[in-house]
């Protein structure tokens, strides 16, 4: 049995396109209760075009990344507000290969607008032989409570273009016994930052 991608003795059903995707996690989100977990296992992705802060960091402009940053998260306030609402739990797991990618130093720039919205936002460092081989062929996926998995095909380029769903309970418990593994291993995003800093200022 292969978790990434899924074997076929686990049944997952193949989405074939980002709008296909995107329905499903429209329809799984609603259903929330305790927890929305987020794995991210991929250094570096591709954001849709005519992402602006995007743009700007690319073209080195870091003071029009930090303002435009917390305007992209405007689209994310109707999760966050079923998040407070409904009282669950969100959590983000970024693996992270030093050195950072670009899009990782990026998106690192994201993550305190995540964690002020009530995201937890940790970090497990795959520089650490034993941690890698755990996690080192796994794929970003979602788990919603335990009653299903969004897995994310972003193919050779960086764009998602759909993914499998996952949605009996015998699909579902590696999947669940995998997230439950990470905080085994992740360290909080300020703490992941301090260390960071302070390598910096030992050089």
């Given at each position: 049995m292969t978790l990434f991608p899924p074997s076929p003795d686990l049944r997952a059903r193949r989405l074939d396109s980002l709008d296909s995707f995107l329905r499903v996690f429209d329809a799984l989100w609603p259903r929330l209760q305790s927890r929305f977990f987020k794995y991210e296992r991929l250094q570096s992705y591709e954001e849709l075009p005519g992402t602006e802060s995007w743009d700007a960091f690319k073209a080195?402009?870091?003071?029009?990344?930090?303002?435009?940053?917390?305007?992209?998260?405007?689209?994310?306030?109707?999760?966050?507000?079923?998040?407070?609402?409904?009282?669950?739990?969100?959590?983000?797991?970024?693996?992270?290969?030093?050195?950072?990618?670009?899009?990782?130093?990026?998106?690192?720039?994201?993550?305190?607008?995540?964690?002020?919205?009530?995201?937890?936002?940790?970090?497990?460092?795959?520089?650490?032989?034993?941690?890698k081989a755990m996690y080192e062929k796994t794929l970003d996926f979602m788990l919603f409570d335990d009653f299903g998995v969004l897995i994310n095909d972003y193919g050779t380029t960086g764009n998602l273009q759909g993914g499998w769903l996952l949605d009996s309970q015998a699909s579902l418990k590696p999947y669940i016994d995998l997230a439950e593994s990470t905080y085994l291993h992740a360290v909080p995003l300020g703490y992941f930052l301090y260390e960071g800093s302070q390598e910096e200022g030992g050089k």
């Open positions: 080195g402009d870091s003071d029009r990344v930090a303002k435009l940053m917390p305007r992209s998260y405007l689209k994310q306030m109707p999760l966050y507000r079923d998040m407070l609402l409904k009282r669950f739990h969100y959590d983000r797991i970024r693996m992270v290969e030093k050195p950072l990618s670009d899009y990782l130093r990026y998106e690192f720039q994201a993550y305190p607008f995540n964690a002020m919205f009530g995201e937890r936002v940790m970090v497990i460092d795959l520089n650490r032989d034993r941690v």
